[in-house]
């Protein structure tokens, strides 16, 4: 596996490889790598030819008070477990070199980033739609592969891919979970014992909901206060959303109508949890 940390390298080797008629794949990461990032590359290994990771912490897409300089980080661990996967090519580029004091271009979204997670945190969105832009424009992959997990960031790129006319192809990989349904994140190393425990009622407001709906429950807001109660029955929690709405315009339902998105952001304890579901009511 080749580990890169400069641009101009990188984009001589995908073009080399696309010269020479293989397909290119990306797996756009932070690090820390878990089972999910690893399901995401085994994927883009399938599919494609030559496969690379990027692995940067991009710090355009926290605010000023979130956990950019925390946030867990284990560059020889993500290399070994990277290598196992059969990643042909690490990029792991420098800030300065992404970011140069006189960058002053950036991508915006105008729409899909107005509710769920880019309600409560101003500006991510635009600092993941620049970072994936500079990430497709630099590696020039023929796919690329997010998790299901960032739901809205997933219909941002995808926005951002028919708006722009990348011609990329992007797969959203399904959520992978731990044993008892904790959705893997890098962020799950910062809970306590006991916030572990709590945190297990984002996966058990999907499955509630997903239960309600098969026994006839349309009302949103039913299933929405039904999972407020579940979660702040559990210590340490503090519901930042509970969205109930169109997977593809991310606007709100009143009822649970064909295939309806259940996305949740949560608190245990200082840490921000998220996960979703598609809620499919049964057929007549
Ligand atoms: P991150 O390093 O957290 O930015 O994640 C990199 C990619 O992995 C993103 O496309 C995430 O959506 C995806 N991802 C993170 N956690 C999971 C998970 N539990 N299951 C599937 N994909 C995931």
Not at 80 to 102: H, I, T
Not at 180 to 190: I, V
Not at 234 to 254: A, H, N, S
Not at 256 to 264: Q, R
């Amino acid at each position: 596996m080749r580990i890169i940390t400069s641009i101009g390298e990188i984009q001589g080797l995908s073009t080399h490889w696309k010269k020479a008629g293989l397909r290119v794949s990306l797996v756009p990461t932070m690090g820390f790598f878990h089972d999910g990032h690893l399901a995401l590359m085994n994927y883009a290994k399938q599919h494609s030819d030559r496969v690379v990771v990027s692995l940067f912490v991009n710090p355009t897409q926290f605010g000023p008070n979130e956990d950019f300089e925390e946030y867990p980080r284990d560059p020889e661990r993500d290399r070994f477990l990277a290598e196992k996967e059969g990643v042909d090519c690490l990029f792991c580029p420098e800030a300065a070199d992404m970011y140069p004091e006189d960058f002053q271009t950036w991508v915006n979204i105008e729409g899909l980033d107005k509710r769920l997670c880019g309600a409560s945190r101003p500006g991510h969105f635009r600092g993941v739609a620049t970072i994936v832009t500079k990430l497709f424009n630099i590696v020039r992959p023929d796919l690329a592969v997010f998790g299901r997990k960032d739901f809205q960031q997933l219909q941002i790129i995808k926005r951002i891919v028919r708006d722009l006319n990348f011609g990329i192809e992007i797969k959203g990989y399904p959520i992978v979970r731990e044993a008892d349904g904790l959705a893997m994140s890098s962020r799950n190393k910062y809970l306590s014992r006991k916030e572990r425990k709590s945190a297990l009622c984002l996966f058990e407001s999907l499955k509630m909901a997903e239960h309600m709906v098969s026994e006839g429950c349309r009302s949103t807001r039913r299933l929405a206060h039904a999972i407020e109660r579940l979660i702040l029955a559990k210590p340490g929690t503090r519901i930042d959303y509970i969205f109930l709405g169109d997977p593809e315009t991310l606007t709100e339902r009143e009822r649970v109508k064909g295939e309806t998105l259940l996305a949740l952001a949560v608190y245990v304890g200082a840490t921000r949890l998220i996960d979703n579901t598609i809620l499919r009511p049964p057929k007549p």
